[in-house]
């Protein structure tokens, strides 16, 4: 069974913080992502990586960067928290091609006070 | 501009009737759709997909249609169980392109014994 974890379910931050989420997969699968899941608006993509050092820019990169130097880890950077970034944040990866069934976390519980 | 739009925010059943939840897309590009499925407190979990080159998939209760034409999917659980009660999410990509899935919003379905 494929398996992606996250580091935390719930996280509590204050504003002005610097917030590392970490996710790793069991499956070694090339591709990963970060998404944010919020009421009203669904899942949306903040950046994705083919590849060990690489990364793209999804729908919604500001306030966001990413770190892949591992292929089983990549980590989500919020380099200054905003209370705008509150938010469940969800990791997904998947095999290779771009069809290729994505595998989700449970996801993180943000709040940014 | 959504490209992937699910226009009923949630939809409630009764017990051992078929839900149908619809889902159209902009991008004629796009060739292989997808559902996910997601519980409060998990992540999604893939649930079935079709390519461009049917129009039907079945898998158990779940049967996926793709009217390409006018550019529409749809889910029909039959019948449906009060554990399908979730969040489900539509979600497309050109498959030839690697380029991430594109989700909808979301469909809350509520399956009322």
């Known amino acids: 069974d494929v398996k992606v974890t996250q580091s935390s379910r719930y996280l509590v931050k204050r504003t002005g913080e610097k917030v590392f989420l970490e996710c790793v997969q069991d499956?070694?699968?090339?591709?990963m992502f970060w998404y944010r899941q919020d009421p009203g608006l669904g899942l949306r993509l903040i950046y994705f990586s083919y590849d060990v050092k690489m990364k793209e820019k999804g729908d919604i990169p500001e306030g966001y960067s990413v770190s892949r130097e591992k292929k089983e880890r990549f980590s989500l950077i919020l380099e200054s928290a905003s209370t705008n970034q509150t938010s469940m944040y969800l990791c997904?990866?998947?095999?290779?091609?771009?069809?290729?069934?994505?595998?989700f976390g449970p996801g993180t519980r943000l709040t940014v006070l | 501009d959504q490209q992937v739009k699910q226009n009923s925010p949630s939809l409630s059943v009764q017990e051992g009737r078929i839900s149908i939840l619809n889902c159209d897309y902009t991008?004629?590009?796009?060739?292989?759709f997808l559902w996910y499925k997601k519980y409060p407190a998990e992540g999604p979990t893939f649930l079935i997909s079709?390519?461009?080159?049917?129009d039907k998939n079945e898998d158990g209760r779940f049967t996926v249609f793709l009217n390409k034409s006018a550019k529409h999917l749809s889910l029909h659980i039959v019948p449906s169980q009060p554990g399908d009660s979730a969040v489900y999410f539509c979600a497309a990509l050109r498959f030839t392109g690697n380029t991430p899935l594109v989700f909808g919003k979301g469909t809350r379905l509520s399956v009322i014994a």
């Open positions: 997904a990866s998947s095999f290779g091609g771009a069809a290729d069934t994505q595998y």
């Open positions: 079709i390519s461009s080159i049917k």
């Open positions: 991008n004629s590009m796009f060739d292989y």
């Open positions: 499956m070694d699968h090339e591709n």
